[in-house]
């Protein structure tokens, strides 16, 4: 294995662990020199259980909990910015996440 193929290998394991959701990379001979593509899955607020919540950027155990907790009490999330209405979640939060979520 090259190294060009070996840092891409590596680089798909890392965004995996990150994630916690499948990673898609594009083949190595399809990517022209110094060029890397991967696609990272979003995550979906209304079906992620709360490992996956947790792997969001500022999303610790107790705000995953939150966010479960306001779906089982009010139902599924009409759009991203209702995650304003739980509890942890403020403007700068959401900033942070909402490229990286979406509602189902």
């Known amino acids: ?20 959701q499948s990673v898609l990379a594009a083949n190595a001979a399809d990517v022209s020199e110094g060029q890397l593509v991967a696609v990272a899955a979003k995550v979906d607020v209304n079906n ?30 009409q759009s991203v910015d209702d995650l304003l209405k739980v509890k942890g979640i403020g403007p700068k939060k959401l900033e942070k996440i909402k490229p990286l979520v979406i509602v189902s």
Do not use: H, W
């Not at 992620?48 to 939150?66: F, R, Y």
């Open 1 to 20: 294995m090259n190294l060009k193929n070996t840092l891409l290998t590596i680089f798909c394991v890392c965004a995996f662990a990150l994630f916690g």
């Open 48 to 77: 992620a259980d709360i490992d996956t919540l947790m792997s969001l950027p500022g999303i610790g155990s107790k705000t995953a909990e939150a966010i479960d907790s306001y779906r089982k009490e009010n139902g599924r999330f």
